[in-house]
């Protein structure tokens, strides 16, 4: 297991690798961020990209998305998996903002993930990118990565890599690391075909070390 320096320095390693790594969904508003963010389950940035201007233009606000019905949504996500679930999940997030919080999009955990569709990896996202607040949002990516670095035990939970990778790395840093680790796992530790033999992280990590030999 990773020590709370080594995991540091890992991250580092990542961070001087893609110097640039960000958020990658594109989005007008905090409301537009969530809708987009709520897309991005078991989909691309890229495809969520693609679909989202006409969405977002035909329904500028929570108020225009709550008046209408999941089948009025699903011609504009219908290039996205599970594009049913997830146009219910558009309108009954927004009604819930709506109804709820006066048409604002919430700024608390809690609330977040009051809101249909939203769990506690979209609400960590949205607290970081639109609130500036503290959060480490782990997603398959990061979990990935975590496990295979053995900065967590292997069958830890997300909750678990979460609150690990919390105490490992300072909180002014977490929103970095996050997508430091992201770009790690979409580029290089990938799911199939990771670069192992090639990787500046070899000499600490075992799961390379084993699919190299």
Same mark, same amino acid.
């Given at each position: ?23 990658? /969904? ?14 991005? +389950? ?53 009604? +819930? ?51 295979? /670095? ?7 939970? /997300? /909750? ?16 970095? +690391? ?36």
């Amino acid at each position: 297991m990773l020590t709370d320096q080594e995991i540091r320095q890992a991250i580092q390693v990542m961070r001087q690798s893609f110097p640039n790594a960000s958020t990658t /969904l594109k989005a007008d508003t905090t409301f537009h961020f969530l809708l987009a963010t709520i897309l991005s +389950a078991q989909a691309t940035d890229k495809s969520v990209n693609f679909t989202t201007p006409a969405l977002f233009q035909r329904f500028p606000g929570p108020n225009d998305l709550a008046a209408v019905e999941p089948e009025d949504v699903e011609p504009y996500i219908k290039r996205l998996g599970l594009y049913r679930n997830k146009a219910k999940y558009l309108v009954n997030c927004s009604r +819930a903002i709506v109804d709820n919080f006066g048409g604002t999009v919430p700024h608390t955990r809690k609330e977040l993930m009051s809101l249909p569709g939203v769990g506690r990896k979209v609400a960590d996202v949205v607290l970081a990118e639109c609130f500036k607040i503290p959060a480490f949002a782990v997603d398959t990516h990061v979990s990935r990565v975590a496990r295979r /670095l053995a900065m967590v035990e292997p069958k830890a939970t /997300l /909750l678990q890599i979460e609150h690990r990778l919390m105490a490992a790395v300072p909180e002014d840093q977490w929103l970095d +690391a996050h997508h430091s680790m992201i770009f790690w796992g979409r580029y290089q530790c990938t799911a199939r075909n990771p670069k192992c033999e090639h990787c500046p992280l070899l000499a600490m990590c075992k799961y390379g070390q084993d699919n190299v030999m």
